[in-house]
C-alpha cells in the first residue's frame, strides 16, 4: 500500500521559509522520482521540483530556482523535504509531494504522477 503524507505548510511572512516534509511508504526511491508539485487557486498545477535517485535529476521550476532546496532521506527512502526561502505571496499553493514511474514519461507533466499525497496549504502574506 503506497502512502505518501505532507506536512509543513502554514502562514508565513513574505521572505520567510517554511520546510516541507513529505513521508513516503510502499514505493523505493529507485523506480520512482519525486516531486512536489503545487496549484495556487485558479491556476494549472506546476511542478516545482524534482528528485529522481536513478538519473541523478534534480529539477527546479524557473520561478523557485535559487529559494527552494529538494532533498530526500536516502538511506531510509521513506521522506522527501522541500525547504523553501524567500518566499513570496505567489508561491501560496497547495503543495502535493507525488511519485512516478521512471518509465511512464516526463517528470515535468502532472497528469504523469501516478502517487500523490493529500497536500499541504502555503499561505504567503505580503
Known amino acids: 500500500d503506497v502512502q505518501l503524507q505532507a506536512s509543513g505548510g502554514g502562514l508565513v511572512q513574505a521572505g520567510g521559509s517554511l520546510r516541507l516534509s513529505c513521508a513516503v511508504s510502499g514505493i523505493t526511491f529507485d523506480d520512482y522520482a519525486m516531486s512536489w508539485i503545487r496549484q495556487a487557486p485558479g491556476k494549472e498545477r506546476e511542478v516545482v521540483s524534482c528528485t529522481s535517485k536513478s538519473d541523478g535529476t534534480t529539477y527546479y521550476a524557473d520561478s523557485v530556482k535559487g529559494r527552494f532546496t529538494i532533498s530526500s532521506d536516502s538511506k531510509t527512502e521513506n521522506a522527501v523535504f522541500l525547504q523553501m526561502n524567500s518566499l513570496k505571496p505567489e508561491d501560496t499553493a497547495v503543495y502535493y509531494c507525488?511519485?512516478?514511474?521512471?518509465?511512464?514519461?516526463?517528470?515535468?507533466?502532472?497528469?504523469?504522477?501516478?502517487?500523490w499525497g493529500q497536500g499541504t496549504l502555503v499561505t504567503v502574506s505580503s
Open positions: 507525488a511519485a512516478k514511474n521512471l518509465y511512464s514519461g516526463s517528470y515535468y507533466d502532472p497528469d504523469l504522477y501516478n502517487y
